[in-house]
C-alpha cells in the first residue's frame, strides 16, 4: 500500500512543509517522534497521511505533546500494517461532535441526495482536532464523505484554509 506523508508545522514565523517518511515505524509514538522532529521548537505540528487514494490520517501535535488522530475510516487498519499502527488503536466513531449535529456534505446544497457521511466509511478518532483551526468536525467529516473527493483533496482543501496549500503541493510534485 503506498503512501504519502506530509508534516506542516507553524512556528513564530508561519507554516512550513516537508514529506516525511513512516518506513520502519513500529508504533504510533514513532510516528508522533518523526513529526516532532520536523522542528521541535513547533507551536503546533500536523502530519497528513494520505494511503493508496481511499484513506486519510491527521495527526496533531501542540508544542509537542497531546497527540490526537483522525482517521477517515477504521477500515485502512485491516488494510495495511501502517493502517494499524496510525488507527488500529482508536475505539468507536469519531468524537468532537455533539450527539445533536449532523455533518453536512461540503457542498452545501441542501437539496444534494448525497449522504452527508459515506456509508461504506468508519472515520474514527478525533474529528474536532482542527477545529480551532477553521475546520470543525463537522465540515472535516463531509470532505472525507464528500463524492469524487481524495484525500489529497481533502489534505489541500484543509491546508487551503491553513494558509499553507502551496507548500504542501510543492512537494506533492517533487
Known sequence: MSYFAVAVVRDESGWTASEVSLRGVTDIEEVADRLRDVDVDADLSLLFVEADDTYLVVLRLDEGEDLRIFGSDSAYAEESKL?????????????????TEEPRPASGDDDSEQPAVDPEADPVGDADLL???????????????????????????????????????????V
Open 83 to 99: 493502517g494499524a499502527l496510525l488507527v488500529g488503536d482508536l475505539k468507536g466513531s469519531v468524537t468532537g461532535l455533539d450527539d
Open 131 to 173: 477545529a480551532d483551526l477553521g475546520v470543525p468536525a463537522q465540515k472535516l467529516l463531509a470532505l472525507c464523505a464528500h463524492e469524487g473527493m481524495m484525500p489529497a483533496d481533502v489534505t489541500v482543501e484543509i491546508c487551503t484554509v491553513l494558509g499553507c496549500a502551496d507548500e504542501v503541493e510543492e512537494l506533492r510534485e
